[in-house]
């Protein structure tokens, strides 16, 4: 694992813009991995401006997300495939079909995360993939306990996941209880993990994940047997 300590969440965004970019720009096929939440929002509008300026055109990418909430559509405000359109997806030259997000409205939640997984192995993996934290060390919806073997799948929420993605909701009720998410394996076959992680409340998850004991109970600690990780982080004492 690679840390790289950035001053604060601005400079963090900044940076992880920069290496999205480069990415984009040097490659003739990219397959992105793209997260959601408070964390890469900011990457997003850094990166869009550098694709607009430069007017790249992004027919040569492919982008997989990591996670949908079971039960909304993407006509809805709270859905990630909403929250990808309106943040990324309108703003650049990127055409629909080239973007996949889990359908969590789909009728057979079991056939959406088998086509979900075949569809990535059918693009030859995902090459770049961000990630977010949770503060209980999930990554993409992996609560604690998820197997390191498992594919994608539908997941429980846990108490305090719900607990903090009702900030974007408008209480704890309208939180959806389950989601569609990518599996660790899935994460972990990856070719390279650029992880964000902005403030001291993920400063347990994080040294849980990088310091602490390989364990399914710390979803994040899988990321110590991959082999191409970089960690962009504010948070002080971590390296
Ligand atoms: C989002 C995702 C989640 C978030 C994590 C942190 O697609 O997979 O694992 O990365 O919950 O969320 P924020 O960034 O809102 O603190």
């Given at each position: 694992m690679r840390s790289v300590k950035v001053k604060n969440y601005d400079e963090m965004s900044m940076e992880a813009a920069m290496i999205v970019f480069d990415k984009i720009v040097h490659s003739n096929r990219l397959v992105l991995g793209l997260a959601t939440g408070s964390t890469p929002e900011k990457m997003y509008e850094y990166?869009?401006?550098?694709?607009?300026?430069?007017?790249?055109?992004?027919?040569?990418?492919?982008?997989?997300?990591?996670?949908?909430y079971v039960g909304l559509s993407p006509e809805d405000a709270q859905s990630y495939t909403h929250y990808m359109r309106r943040i990324f997806f309108d703003k650049v030259n990127i055409p629909l079909e080239n973007t996949n997000v889990p359908n969590g409205v789909a009728e057979d939640l079991e056939a959406e995360t088998k086509r979900f997984d075949e569809g990535i192995e059918k693009l030859g993996g995902?090459?770049?993939?961000?990630?977010?934290?949770?503060?209980?060390?999930?990554?993409?919806?992996?609560?604690?306990?998820?197997?390191?073997?498992?594919?994608?799948?539908?997941?429980?929420?846990?108490?305090?996941?719900?607990?903090?993605?009702?900030?974007?909701?408008?209480?704890?009720?309208?939180?959806?209880?389950?989601?569609?998410?990518?599996?660790?394996?899935?994460?972990m076959n990856a070719k390279e993990i650029l992880l964000m992680a902005s403030g001291n409340n993920k400063r347990q998850a994080l040294l849980d994940s990088f310091h602490g004991e390989v364990t399914e109970d710390v979803p994040g600690s899988v990321l110590q047997r991959h082999h191409n990780v970089t960690v962009l982080t504010d948070i002080d004492g971590f390296n």
């Open positions: 990166l869009s401006d550098m694709l607009n300026k430069n007017k790249v055109d992004l027919s040569h990418v492919t982008t997989v997300n990591l996670d949908e995902v090459d770049l993939q961000i990630l977010g934290i949770g503060r209980n060390a999930h990554i993409a919806f992996n609560e604690p306990g998820t197997s390191f073997d498992s594919n994608t799948h539908v997941v429980n929420l846990t108490e305090s996941t719900i607990r903090d993605n009702a900030r974007f909701f408008h209480s704890m009720e309208d939180v959806p209880t389950q989601a569609i998410s990518l599996g660790l394996n899935t994460i």
